[in-house]
């Protein structure tokens, strides 16, 4: 994923009410930036630290700009919910992931059952539905999900194994945007009903992919698969 416009770099003051925060610009100037991401960011919020926007093309929009990444310990971290799910649909759409290659139909945000899932696939074989969540949270060595207790979060999970009980191939994919994790594994000590039921959804034959980005000013690219470990 490519950020056709410039991004501006700043430096964030603060985040408030969830999807707010105030970033000083590098020319003193002060400005409210959109913050997408309504999860907790508790690895990886740092007053003080650089950060990049990227610039409202809505003229209506009441905040001017969208808080994109933030630098921690040195290196990038994406911060943009929005993202992930595009990353995931070109990469299958293009058959850039050897393990979702093949499929000649690929769409967005496709009702079944009593949800929308982000993307379905299809080749003349198969169908495949394909869940997308971001991750931001850093333990150790690890990457986490969630970040805050998602009920929305685990009714995907819950669907994604209804799908598979009827046949149908159903993958959940994790977008980890940071590069100082090396494995995946699911958040107990904050949401531990999601990550008995992603246990299950395992169990019952839901794949999980999660795959690490590279984050920068200028792009968002795939870098590889990480382990996962679903007991730790």
Known sequence: MIFETPLI???????YK??????????GSIVVAHCTN??????CIE???????????????????????????????GINTSHPNLIAFEAVKSGALKQLAGYTHVQREVKTGDSRIDIMAQNEHETCFIEVKNVTMKDGQFARFPDAVTTRGKKHLE????LKQEGIRAV??????????????PA??????????LMQAHKAGVEIIPLQVKVSPSEIVIDKELPVDLDI
């Open 38 to 43: 309504s999860g907790s960011m508790k690895t």
């Open 172 to 185: 959940m994919i994790y977008i980890i945007q940071r590069s100082d994790v090396d494995i995946f594994a």
């Open 18 to 27: 969830r999807f707010l925060s105030d970033i000083r610009l590098d020319d």
């Open 188 to 197: 107990h000590d904050i949401d531990l009903a999601y990550a008995q039921t």
């Open 9 to 15: 770099h700043g430096t964030l003051i603060k985040r």
């Open 47 to 77: 007053e003080g630290a650089e950060v990049y926007l990227s610039p409202a093309t809505d003229p209506k929009r009441k905040t001017r700009y969208t808080w994109e990444m933030i630098k921690i310990n040195g290196q990038w971290v």
């Open 159 to 162: 669907e994604l194994m209804r």
